[in-house]
């Protein structure tokens, strides 16, 4: 309508500029309140807290470049929930620490059925290996494997099944000199003391040592990854002590929770059962072999 046409008629209408203002000023308002409700939609969504290893592959790091980070991603994408990391140093507390203290609600990669929390059904077992060089064509079989006896250096982390069946066969106390250099002579008195896997796998691929001990899903990336072939064999869970006392060597793993929060168990539970293929797949692209579950543990799912 024009301005004249307006007039005639009584009609009065605002001026161009002040038409425009308010326009601009609509605009403004409707950004601020898009922008308002993208916020509370942000800070509505829930947060999933992860307890996680800031240094310890390949299972976990700060980056995320670790297989658990990647299982704690997906279980948080299944839960609808933003995660967030709670990194920790000492393996030795952070269950006391940090997950009964309520820093996180959530810890990656337990051994099933630890007193110390919850835990879910699992989503993987697996076990300890041997490693040797491919070209080096060593029968390692199990513990009466003669290349156990014949090796000079066996690598291997202290405190394991590994020690434990080492001391049995009587060759611990040949090693006692490499583990040494293996931990660079630091005291493991009142202190961690860490032995990198990546390092232990390195051992075998460079030739200082002629097998390595680990377990399986500690070793495989580095085993995958390495440019010497090498060869990783599982080890038969039948092994025992000179006492007849039996020493596992295949786990199973599951995800911990604190002890008073069921209905977050419930629903790993039902994302462990639902997602088998995707974890499986994950885990399957590391490199970590992998073992029937039993029947005790199906049962669970």
Known sequence: MSTLLAESVGIACPPY?????????????????????????????AVLKVCTAENEMPYSNQAGEGFENKLAQYVAEQLGRKLETVGWTDPRYFIRDYLDKGLCDVVMGVDAGDPRLLTTAPYYRSGYVFISRAKDGLDLQNWDSPALKQAKRIAFAPGSPAETMLRAIGRYNDMFNYQQEL???????????????????????????????????AAARYVKASATPLTMTVIPDNAKRADGEKVGFHYSTSIGVRKDDSALLAQLNKIIKDGQDNIEELLEAEGIPLLEQPETAVSMN
């Not at 000023?25 to 942000?42: D, K």
């Not at 630091?186 to 001990?213: C, H, P, T, W």
């Open 17 to 45: 500029a002040e038409i425009q203002i308010m326009k601009k000023v609509i605009h403004i308002f409707t950004a601020l309140a898009l922008g308002i409700g993208s916020a509370c939609a942000q800070a509505e969504q």
């Open 183 to 217: 931990a660079g002579f630091k005291s493991k008195r009142n202190q961690y003391v860490k032995y990198d896997n990546d390092k232990l796998v390195n051992e075998v691929a460079s030739g200082k040592a002629e097998i390595a001990i680990l377990w399986g899903p």
